[in-house]
């Protein structure tokens, strides 16, 4: 399992994926909204979303766990 994490302290704006949903490297899986700015969070790995721990409008530190990926392959 692969963690995403949060870059920045801030809101989540939105959540694009849910558990279940397939994922490539890099595709923006959450937006995060610090000093009126929208931050994308992308998806560390291709795989599986295990598990999605946050929802909108949650607040969330820097380096929390957002989302947790099952890796493919």
């Known amino acids: ?3 995403a994490r949060a870059d920045v302290t ?3 704006v939105v959540v694009k994926v849910a558990a ?3 994922v490539e490297q890099d595709q ?3 937006v995060l909204e610090c000093m009126k700015m929208e931050i ?3 998806a560390p790995v291709s795989g599986t979303i295990e598990r999605v721990d946050i929802a909108p409008h ?3 530190k ?3 766990i957002l989302a947790t990926i099952r890796e493919q392959g």
Request: charged share 25%; no cysteine.
């Open 10 to 12: 801030g809101s989540v």
């Open 62 to 64: 820097e380096r929390q």
């Open 20 to 22: 279940g949903d397939a």
């Open 58 to 60: 949650d607040s969330v």
């Open 1 to 3: 399992m692969v963690p």
């Open 28 to 30: 923006e899986i959450i």
């Open 40 to 42: 994308p969070v992308l």
